[in-house]
């Protein structure tokens, strides 16, 4: 508990430092392009600088994998049998669009598995949070407070994507004779499902494992299941850091 109460806290520092760009004018938000076209922002780099030196002070022996510091080769990841697993600014479309609906992923990776997540949106002023064997958790300016998928009810609240939009997803929606879209951005979605708000989060477009990992612990210890297709184990300890396609689910079988 206390190693979540510190990744809590370095989350948050970094969402205050993605906020100081936020409420600038969005003409000065320094927006550039990446290798496969994402946009990258002074806040991306800003909180992935904060979380990579806070997560060396506190754990210097546990390696670090950021969205923004990728380019490590297989030949070193494949030794690491514990790594943190970081997204420090998750949702940078919606960032830009300025509704609010960003956040910074940590996860802590052991055996190719989450055991620990921390998903913060500063805007929202509202923090996500799970350890194995100790539960799933949302913190808000009223406290913090455990959390749990509901039982589906008649209606089932499939939540998707605002800005990835999936073709997919409508075969998919066919079969529920009655359901209603809910739509967030970024890993909010997984939060959706764990805190009741969501029955189930299915992902058919591309998403890599920097924007899974804390979601993922998350959804499983408030009692979802997690599947990704054709991988039975060990999802975070791969070459190909694109994830397939995958389902958050609090459905039953």
Not at 30 to 45: E, F, G, H, Y
Not at 212 to 233: C, N, P, Q, R, W
Request: hydrophobic share 40%; with cysteine; glycine share 8%.
């Amino acid at each position: 508990m206390q190693l979540l109460q510190n990744i809590i806290q370095i989350a948050e520092q970094a969402g205050a430092a993605i906020l100081t760009v936020y409420q600038k004018d969005s003409s000065d938000f320094n927006i550039t392009d990446k290798a496969d076209t994402s946009p990258l922002t002074a806040a991306d780099l800003a909180a992935h600088q904060l979380i990579v030196q806070a997560l060396t002070a506190l754990t210097p022996d546990i390696p670090i994998l950021s969205e923004e510091a990728a380019d490590i080769s297989w030949e070193i990841r494949q030794q690491w049998q514990r790594y943190w697993l970081v997204d420090p600014l998750d949702g940078t479309k919606e960032f830009i669009k300025r509704n609010g609906e960003f956040t910074v992923n940590i996860a802590l990776i052991e055996q190719g598995e989450p055991v620990l997540g921390v998903i913060h949106a500063p805007v929202l002023e509202r923090t996500y949070s799970a350890a194995k064997g100790i539960g799933s958790f949302v913190k808000n300016t009223s406290g913090s407070l455990p959390i749990q998928v509901s039982k589906p009810g008649e209606v089932i609240r499939v939540v998707g994507s605002r800005s990835h939009p999936s073709p997919d997803l409508a075969g998919y929606l066919a079969q529920f004779p009655q359901h209603e879209m809910v739509t967030v951005g970024s890993s909010l979605k997984f939060c959706l499902v764990a805190e009741g708000s969501a029955d189930v989060y299915p992902r058919f477009g591309p998403t890599m494992q920097w924007d899974t990992g804390a979601g993922h612990i998350i959804a499983l210890e408030a009692g979802a299941k997690v599947s990704f297709s054709g991988i039975d184990a060990q999802v975070y300890h791969r070459e190909n850091l694109l994830n397939p396609h995958f389902m958050v689910s609090a459905l039953n079988d």
